[in-house]
C-alpha cells in the first residue's frame, strides 16, 4: 500500500499544514482537509508516514460523526472531496482520506477527557492525587477505571511544542461560562457513548482529545476527528488489567522503537524500520475492523 505523506492540490488554495491534516480553501463556506499517512511522535513528525493511516483516520471519524450526529452536529458538509479536485492525480489524492467541511471558527482547547488513569494523568495523580486539580480517591492503580469521567481541557500548542494542562476555570476565562460548560458536556456526552458502544466491540476507549469550532451564530460543532487511533487511546479489552498499561492500538509501535534508541525526541527523529510501520499499519487497521466490521 502506497503512503501519502503530504498532499500537493494545486487546484484549490492552501492554506495549512499540521501535523496530520492539510487544509485547503473550497470557497467563503468551506474547507478541504486532508488527512495524509503522517505520523508525529512526542511532537515531532516523523519522516516515515503510516501507509493507509489516513484513510482509516477519515473512515473512522466518519462512523462517529455518523453515530453520534444527535448528541452534537458536526462539520461536515455533505459534499465529495473528490467533486472539488481537479483531475485524475488529485482525485487519488483525496479518495478515502477527505474530509469537505463547513468553514468554522475553532475553539482556542483540546477538550480531553479521561476515563482510566493512564499516561499524564497517572503522573500526575502519583505526585498530587489529582489529575489537572481534580480531586481523585487515594489508593487507584495505573489504568484503572475512574469514579467517572474527568474533562481536563489543554491547550492548543504550535507544531514541535506540547499542549499544557488547564484548570476547568482556565477555559472559563478562555470560553466565558457558557461555552465551557457546552463543551465540557458534549465532550462528557460524546465519550460515554461512544466508550459504550466500543466495549460491545472489546476496544476499551481509556480517554480520547475532541476539537470543537463554532459557526457565526455562536452554534458549537464538532470538527477536526473523532474517536480514532490518533486521538484516542484505545486497549483491546481481553488483555486489560489493572496495574499495567495494555498495549493500544495505535503509535505505540513506534514509540516503544524510538524510545529504545535513544533519540532525544528533538527534530529530525530517525527513520524508522519497515517492519515498525508495519506493525503500527496492522493496529491502526485492527481498530477500524473492531469498530465498524469488516
Given at each position: 500500500?502506497?503512503?501519502?505523506?503530504?498532499?500537493?492540490?494545486?487546484?484549490?488554495?492552501?492554506?495549512?499544514?499540521?501535523?496530520?491534516?492539510?487544509?485547503?480553501e473550497v470557497?467563503?463556506?468551506?474547507?478541504?482537509?486532508?488527512?495524509?499517512?503522517?505520523?508525529?511522535?512526542?511532537?515531532?513528525?516523523?519522516?516515515?508516514?503510516?501507509?493507509?493511516?489516513?484513510?482509516?483516520?477519515?473512515?473512522v471519524s466518519?462512523?462517529?460523526?455518523?453515530?453520534?450526529?444527535?448528541?452534537?452536529?458536526?462539520?461536515?458538509?455533505?459534499?465529495?472531496?473528490?467533486?472539488?479536485?481537479k483531475g485524475?492525480?488529485?482525485?487519488?489524492?483525496?479518495?478515502?482520506?477527505?474530509?469537505?467541511?463547513?468553514?468554522?471558527?475553532?475553539?482556542?482547547?483540546?477538550?480531553?477527557?479521561?476515563?482510566?488513569?493512564?499516561?499524564?494523568?497517572?503522573?500526575?495523580?502519583?505526585?498530587?492525587?489529582?489529575?489537572?486539580?481534580?480531586?481523585?480517591?487515594?489508593?487507584?492503580?495505573?489504568?484503572?477505571?475512574?469514579?467517572?469521567?474527568?474533562?481536563?481541557?489543554?491547550?492548543?500548542?504550535?507544531?514541535?511544542?506540547?499542549?499544557?494542562?488547564?484548570?476547568?476555570?482556565?477555559?472559563?476565562?478562555?470560553?466565558?461560562?457558557?461555552?465551557?460548560?457546552?463543551?465540557?458536556?458534549?465532550?462528557?456526552?460524546?465519550?460515554?457513548?461512544?466508550?459504550?458502544?466500543?466495549?460491545?466491540?472489546?476496544?476499551?476507549?481509556?480517554?480520547?482529545?475532541?476539537?470543537?469550532?463554532?459557526?457565526?451564530?455562536?452554534?458549537?460543532?464538532?470538527?477536526?476527528?473523532?474517536?480514532?487511533?490518533?486521538?484516542?487511546?484505545?486497549?483491546?479489552?481481553?488483555?486489560?488489567?489493572?496495574?499495567?498499561?495494555?498495549?493500544?492500538?495505535?503509535?505505540?509501535?513506534?514509540?516503544?522503537?524510538?524510545?529504545?534508541?535513544?533519540?532525544?525526541?528533538?527534530?529530525?527523529?530517525?527513520?524508522?524500520?519497515?517492519?515498525?510501520?508495519?506493525?503500527?499499519?496492522?493496529?491502526?487497521?485492527?481498530?477500524?475492523?473492531?469498530?465498524?466490521?469488516?
Amino acid at each position: 500500500m502506497s503512503a501519502l505523506h503530504q498532499s500537493n492540490l494545486t487546484s484549490l488554495p492552501f492554506l495549512h499544514r499540521g501535523k496530520v491534516r492539510d487544509l485547503y480553501e473550497v470557497d467563503a463556506q468551506h474547507l478541504l482537509i486532508v488527512q495524509t499517512d503522517r505520523l508525529s511522535a512526542f511532537d515531532v513528525i516523523l519522516d516515515d508516514p503510516i501507509p493507509g493511516k489516513g484513510e482509516v483516520l477519515t473512515a473512522v471519524s466518519n462512523f462517529w460523526f455518523a453515530k453520534l450526529g444527535h448528541v452534537i452536529p458536526n462539520h461536515l458538509s455533505g459534499i465529495a472531496p473528490e467533486s472539488v479536485v481537479k483531475g485524475a492525480e488529485e482525485i487519488a489524492q483525496v479518495r478515502g482520506r477527505a474530509f469537505v467541511t463547513k468553514k468554522l471558527k475553532p475553539l482556542p482547547i483540546e477538550a480531553i477527557v479521561r476515563g482510566y488513569l493512564v499516561g499524564s494523568g497517572w503522573k500526575d495523580y502519583q505526585k498530587t492525587g489529582t489529575i489537572c486539580g481534580l480531586a481523585l480517591p487515594a489508593g487507584l492503580r495505573e489504568a484503572e477505571k475512574l469514579p467517572q469521567p474527568l474533562f481536563t481541557p489543554s491547550t492548543k500548542a504550535a507544531i514541535g511544542d506540547h499542549d499544557e494542562n488547564i484548570s476547568y476555570a482556565q477555559a472559563v476565562e478562555l470560553l466565558g461560562e457558557k461555552m465551557a460548560e457546552k463543551v465540557r458536556d458534549a465532550t462528557l456526552a460524546l465519550y460515554t457513548e461512544a466508550a459504550n458502544y466500543a466495549a460491545t466491540k472489546g476496544i476499551i476507549i481509556a480517554d480520547t482529545k475532541f476539537e470543537f469550532g463554532v459557526d457565526e451564530a455562536g452554534t458549537l460543532y464538532l470538527i477536526d476527528e473523532a474517536l480514532t487511533p490518533d486521538s484516542s487511546r484505545f486497549w483491546p479489552a481481553d488483555q486489560y488489567k489493572v496495574g499495567s498499561n495494555p498495549p493500544s492500538f495505535d503509535k505505540q509501535f513506534v514509540r516503544d522503537w524510538l524510545e529504545s534508541t535513544g533519540w532525544n525526541k528533538q527534530a529530525p527523529a530517525p527513520r524508522i524500520p519497515a517492519e515498525v510501520l508495519e506493525k503500527t499499519a496492522a493496529k491502526y487497521r485492527e481498530a477500524q475492523t473492531r469498530l465498524l466490521g469488516a
